[in-house]
């Protein structure tokens, strides 16, 4: 069965700085990975997509320029990088992989992607 397994969430102040983690499981290669996010009362939000290694990443408007996303090369496992954080970025933050390409039009889209992690919260306070 599929897993992810995401880790690094926490609390942290304003300006501040977070690492996330998302380990998909073994036998599963070449997926196209992405972070989503979700606050309450708001919709899933595509915030960052990776793919190929790291040779190739979106990201949302909301977050390029703080955030980086990077894979390990040869695996199926990423990060965000989180930086300058606000308190808005409150919110679980999700992993979720595809076997499939999306699209650059659509990589941000939920129901792309087939399988998702249980989710991590990430708490900005100003």
């Known amino acids: 069965q599929v897993q992810l397994v995401e880790s690094g969430g926490g609390s942290v102040q304003a300006g501040g700085s977070l690492r996330l983690s998302c380990e998909l499981s073994?036998?599963?290669?070449?997926?196209?990975m992405a972070w989503f996010r979700q606050a309450p009362g708001k919709e899933r939000e595509g915030i960052a997509h990776?793919?190929?290694?790291?040779?190739?990443?979106h990201y949302s408007p909301s977050v390029k320029g703080r955030f980086t996303i990077s894979q390990v090369y040869g695996k199926d496992m990423i990060f965000l990088w989180m930086n300058s954080l606000k308190p808005e970025d409150t919110a679980m933050y999700y992993c979720?992989?595809?076997?499939?390409?999306?699209?650059?039009?659509?990589?941000?889209?939920?129901?792309?992607?087939?399988?998702w992690g249980q989710g991590t919260q990430v708490t900005v306070s100003s």
């Open positions: 990776v793919y190929s290694g790291g040779g190739h990443t």
């Open positions: 073994p036998g599963y290669p070449h997926q196209y």
């Open positions: 979720a992989a595809t076997p499939t390409y999306a699209g650059v039009e659509n990589w941000a889209v939920p129901g792309k992607y087939n399988f």
